[in-house]
């Protein structure tokens, strides 16, 4: 027997607020920024679909710095991150490596290095997994 769940929103007990996740986790953060890679689908230096991002900035050749708008508990959460650097099908790169570091409790930054470990411009993707404060 198949059922369905219509609903518009769901709230606490109350009524007054956000139901709280129990025994699960859900990202707390996920940003698609593309360093202005040619053939990429945002063009241009820009930040594309984003949640609890308040900022994402170009900071040098192959790095971001992210933004959270709520801020990480601590600095012991897990951003997973991924890139590519050209968005047509004919010329992709695959074999890219991509890494987040400097941790604070509302920012990160992520890198992104080709085959020879160069810094490139890249099409970045990315979603952060913890505890908010």
Do not use: W
């Not at 709280?20 to 990429?40: C, E, M, N, P, R």
Request: aromatic residues 10%; glycine residues 10%; contains cysteine.
């Amino acid at each position: 027997m198949t059922s369905v769940l219509n609903v518009d929103t769901i709230a606490d007990k109350a009524g007054t607020g956000p139901v709280g996740l129990t025994k699960q986790t859900a990202g707390k953060a996920f940003a698609v920024y593309d360093q202005g890679i040619s053939g990429s689908a945002l063009g241009g230096s820009t930040a594309g679909d984003t949640f609890n991002t308040s900022s994402v900035e170009d900071t040098s050749t192959g790095v971001i710095t992210t933004s959270l708008t709520n801020s990480m508990s601590s600095t012991q959460y897990v951003v997973v991150s991924n890139s590519h650097y050209t968005a047509t099908a004919a010329n992709k790169q695959y074999n890219r490596y991509s890494a987040s570091s400097g941790y604070a409790s509302g920012s990160f930054i992520t890198a992104s290095t080709y085959s020879n470990i160069n810094l490139q411009d890249a099409y970045f993707t990315l979603i952060c997994h913890g505890d908010l404060a």
